[in-house]
């Protein structure tokens, strides 16, 4: 499963590239709003620091300005992929932008439906929210398997990209369930390297090799 960070801070992206683990990144109004940074030239900026995908998303609702927002965005740099609303105007517009070669990311999903339709209107990514699921007591992890059932019985090519994630377990459910990306927050993304035994452990071992004396360079 590819990993990719979910927001627009530049500092938290920064850290997360240098594990070498991360494949990709998200955004969306909000965390642009909560950057404080200009749209164009915070996406840019993201999209120098790595050659893998970066979704921006458009604002508008209208379908006719959603597709000339997406090319906007799609010139910014050569690895944008164009966040759309999953609506019938955002779907509308990703079939535009999909015949252009453009890249697209349907945000927003919250059936299995919504994500056949995205898939049929040649989406590159689906991403289904399973946090904002869960919030409301429904399961959002069973809508991963759903559309992954869905997905793999008709051949679809749309990736999967866990959005909403506001845990360890949810990325590791992801990851079993059959996503094919997840969307971390940072917060979340360092919190999974880490394990009190692992640090209890290492701590032994130092401890232990140090009393020995040795030297191994
Ligand atoms: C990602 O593409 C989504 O915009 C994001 O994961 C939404 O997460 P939230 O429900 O925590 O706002």
Known sequence: MKIFIDTADTAELEAAFAT???????TNPSLIAKSGRDFKEVTKEICSMTDGPVSAEVASTDYK???KEGRVLADLASNVVVKLPLTVDGLKACQDLTE?????????????????????????????????LDDLGMDGMELIGDIRALYDAHGYETEILAASIRSTAHVQDA????ADVATIPPKVFNQ??????????????????????????
């Open 100 to 132: 252009d070669g453009i890249n697209t990311n349907v945000t927003l999903c919250f059936t299995a439906n919504q994500a056949w339709l995205a898939a049929k209107a040649g989406a590159t990514y689906i991403s289904p929210f399973i946090g904002r």
């Open 20 to 26: 070498g683990l991360v494949d990709g990144v998200t």
């Open 192 to 217: 999974l390297f880490g394990h009190p035994l692992t640090e209890k452990g290492l701590d032994a071992f130092v401890k232990d090799w140090a009393s020995t004396g040795q030297s191994i360079l």
């Open 175 to 178: 990851a079993i369930t059959g």
């Open 65 to 67: 300005i959603m597709v």
